[in-house]
């Protein structure tokens, strides 16, 4: 993934790499993106069928209420009834 397409490095933004997979990609139910030094423990495919089946759209870290200060509030708001602040690492 952080060099796909082919020669384009996405690999600092963790948003930018689903972005460009969905144009790819546009028939696919979903990604998994996974960090390179992460150790997988879990059966991957029985956690993406089960996004698929309860119709589930992000799996991430960290999904909480944003707080006042979050930066992310302003932009957000504006198309969210209830705006997640979630870790996503880049």
Do not use: S
């Amino acid at each position: 993934m952080p060099n796909f397409p082919a020669g384009q490095v996405l690999w600092y933004n963790a948003d930018y790499p689903l972005y460009v997979l969905r144009r790819q990609f546009p028939d696919a139910a979903c990604f998994a993106m996974i960090e390179y030094d992460v150790a997988v423990n879990v059966d991957i495919a029985e956690v993406m069928r089960r996004a698929i089946t309860e119709n589930i759209d992000l799996i991430a870290h960290e999904l909480t209420d944003p707080p006042q200060w979050w930066t992310w509030e302003e932009c957000t708001g504006k198309h969210f009834a209830e705006p997640i602040r979630r870790l996503l690492p880049a």
